[in-house]
Antibody, heavy 121, light 111 residues
Framework: EVQLVESGGGLVQPGRSLRLSCTAS????????MNWFRQAPGKGLEWVGI??????????DYAASVKGRFIISRDDSKSIAYLQMNSLKTEDTAVYYC????????????WGQGTLVTVSS | QTVVIQEPSLTVSPGGTVTLTCASS?????????PNWFQQKPGQVPRALIY???NKHSWTPVRFSGSLLGGKAALTLSGVQPEDEADYYC???????????FGGGTKLTVL
C-alpha cells in the first residue's frame, strides 16, 4: 500500500525557516517524481514544486510564488522528500501536501495527509 | 502568467449529468496541457480522478470521464451520486514560467 506521511509543520515567525519531510512507503521511491502542493485555509490548491527522479536528472521546478525561497530535495536511500522553506511569509500559511508523480505521464496519484504550516508573529 | 478558470459552483440533481469545465487565459486547452482533475470533500485530502485529459486512475468511478470540449478541459459526471458533492479542481501543465497551474475549483452541489 502506497503511503506518504508529511511531518515538520508548525508555527513559525515571518522570515524564519522550516523544513518539511515526506516519508514514503509501499513503492520504489527512487522511481517516482515527488511534488509538493499546498492549500491556504479556505482556499484552493496550489502546486509548489517538483523533484524528478534521479534517472531523469533529479531536477527541480518551482512555482513563481516560492522560487528562490523554497528548495525541494530527496534522499532515495531513506525514501524521503524534503521541502526546505526559507524567508517565510504570512501568505505561505497553508496545509502542505506531498504528492507522488505517478499513475501515468504527467499524472499525480497518491497524496499524503498534509501538514499545517502557520507563519505568524 | 496563465490563469485557469473553472465555474465557481454548479448544482445537479441525483442521477443527473453535469459537466465541469477548465479554461486557460492563454488560449485553448489542448492535450498538451495534460489536464488533471481532483476531487476534495470537506475536511478531506484531495483525491486524483483523471490525468492526461481522459485517463482514469484505478480507483476512479466509471461515472467520471474527462475530455476536451470547445477549447476547454471537461470533467463529466454521469449518474451523479450524493457522495459526489465536493470541490473539483483542474490542473493544467503550462510549462515555461509556471509549470502547473490549478483552477480555482468548482463547488458541486447535489440537490
Amino acid at each position: 500500500e502506497v503511503q506518504l506521511v508529511e511531518s515538520g509543520g508548525g508555527l513559525v515567525q515571518p522570515g524564519r525557516s522550516l523544513r518539511l519531510s515526506c516519508t514514503a512507503s509501499g513503492f520504489t521511491f527512487g522511481d517516482s517524481a515527488m511534488n509538493w502542493f499546498r492549500q491556504a485555509p479556505g482556499k484552493g490548491l496550489e502546486w509548489v514544486g517538483i523533484i524528478r527522479r534521479e534517472a531523469s536528472g533529479g531536477t527541480t521546478d518551482y512555482a513563481a510564488s516560492v522560487k528562490g525561497r523554497f528548495i525541494i530535495s530527496r534522499d532515495d536511500s531513506k525514501s524521503i522528500a524534503y521541502l526546505q522553506m526559507n524567508s517565510l511569509k504570512t501568505e505561505d500559511t497553508a496545509v502542505y501536501y506531498c504528492v507522488r508523480g505517478g499513475g501515468g505521464i504527467f499524472a499525480f496519484d497518491y497524496w499524503g495527509q498534509g501538514t499545517l504550516v502557520t507563519v505568524s508573529s | 502568467q496563465t490563469v485557469v478558470i473553472q465555474e465557481p459552483s454548479l448544482t445537479v440533481s441525483p442521477g443527473g449529468t453535469v459537466t465541469l469545465t477548465c479554461a486557460s487565459s492563454s488560449g485553448a486547452v489542448t492535450s498538451g496541457h495534460y489536464p488533471n482533475w481532483f476531487q476534495q470533500k470537506p475536511g478531506q485530502v484531495p483525491r486524483a480522478l483523471i490525468y492526461s485529459t481522459n485517463n482514469k486512475h484505478s480507483w476512479t468511478p466509471v461515472r467520471f470521464s474527462g475530455s476536451l470540449l470547445g477549447g476547454k478541459a471537461a470533467l463529466t459526471l454521469s449518474g451523479v451520486q450524493p457522495e459526489d458533492e465536493a470541490d473539483y479542481y483542474c490542473l493544467l501543465y503550462c510549462g515555461a514560467a509556471e509549470l502547473w497551474v490549478f483552477g480555482g475549483g468548482t463547488k458541486l452541489t447535489v440537490l
